[in-house]
């Protein structure tokens, strides 16, 4: 689990997924993944150049990270 400020860009998260090395990835040298809301389950992948608080309605706000 992380925390990010409102003013960071959605595209750090995608970063620190991929170079997070506690993830169970099932296959660890082909890390595909997608970030989404975790209610209702909307993919972000569109959105990464976006500061969090943009897309994001709550000051607290929990995201899924689907293995592809």
């Known amino acids: 689990m992380r925390n990010f400020g409102v003013e960071e ?20 040298h082909n890390r595909r993944f997608e970030i989404m809301h975790s209610y209702p389950p909307v993919g972000l992948g569109g959105r990464r150049e976006e500061l969090l608080r943009d897309i994001f309605e709550g000051e607290q706000e929990k995201l899924v990270i689907r293995e592809l």
């Open 9 to 28: 860009k959605l595209d750090l998260v995608y970063h620190w997924v991929e170079l997070n090395e506690e993830i169970g990835w099932e296959d660890e």
